[in-house]
């Protein structure tokens, strides 16, 4: 089972639909989920952060998470062609060793979503 | 505010030789990390640096190092580098270590070993 899944998609929306895009994540002990949106040929851009169960709502996008059932979300309202991307999930267990807490950001293989004009 | 900078941009080497990258965090941020996306693998963890030590290390051959400067930029060295090595290398930069901390990505190093 890997760590983090995604749907690879792709995930086709009409341009002004709601975009839902779904990831799922195997370590109970995971504390903090982020969502980036990476253009082909770009790095990855940080578009939202949750680190609580719920939803947490920025502009157009909505992320959920759920602890419990182990998934996180993120909803993309009235989506623009510009959106087209491919949105990677990531998820940061903290680790801790003798040198102190350490970041380990560990990413689903990313869904690709395409707004159709 | 000037973002994670991440130079060169483009590398071109041959197979055997080595290659160092360089990774300028955001002005404030003392944790780097660094990690490799090739299309068959995406993105993968290399190592972490914090307060010039490195706080974890992702499963990669020992041919992968790196090291933080008191400044808290961070190199990346790659010695005997193969084909398989060709990737983009991704800095990422956060203001602490530990849960709950954003990281904030640089332009990235494409690397082509010929």
């Known amino acids: 089972q890997k760590e983090v899944e995604q749907n690879s998609g792709p995930l086709s929306v009409p341009e002004g639909a709601i975009a839902s895009l779904n990831c799922t994540y195997s370590?109970?002990?995971?504390?903090?989920f982020f969502w980036y949106r990476q253009y082909s040929g770009k790095s990855p851009e940080l578009i939202m952060f949750?680190?609580?169960?719920g939803d947490k709502e920025d502009g157009r996008f909505t992320a959920q998470l759920n602890k419990a059932s182990q998934y996180v979300s993120l909803l993309i309202r009235d989506s623009q062609p510009s959106d087209s991307a491919t949105y990677l999930c990531?998820?940061?267990?903290?680790?801790?060793?003798?040198?102190?807490?350490?970041?380990?950001?560990?990413f689903g293989t990313g869904t690709l979503l395409a707004v159709q004009p | 505010k000037a973002g994670v900078t991440q130079t060169p941009r483009y590398l071109i080497k041959t197979r055997g030789q080595q290659v160092t990258l360089s990774c300028s965090p955001i002005?404030?941020?003392?944790?780097v990390s660094w990690y490799q996306q090739t299309p068959g693998q995406g993105l993968q963890f290399l190592f972490e640096?914090?307060?010039?030590?490195?706080?974890n290390k992702g499963n990669f051959p020992g041919r992968f190092s790196g090291r933080q400067f008191s400044n808290s930029r961070s190199e990346m060295n790659v010695s005997t580098l193969e084909l398989g090595d060709s990737a983009l290398y991704l800095c990422?930069?956060?203001?602490?270590?530990?849960?709950?901390?954003?990281?904030?990505f640089g332009q990235g190093t494409r690397l082509t070993v010929v």
């Open positions: 990422a930069s956060s203001i602490r270590t530990g849960g709950n901390t954003e990281a904030f």
């Open positions: 370590d109970r002990g995971s504390q903090s």
């Open positions: 949750i680190y609580s169960n």
């Open positions: 990531a998820v940061n267990t903290p680790l801790y060793s003798f040198s102190g807490a350490t970041n380990k950001l560990i």
């Open positions: 002005s404030g941020h003392r944790s």
């Open positions: 640096y914090f307060s010039e030590t490195q706080r």
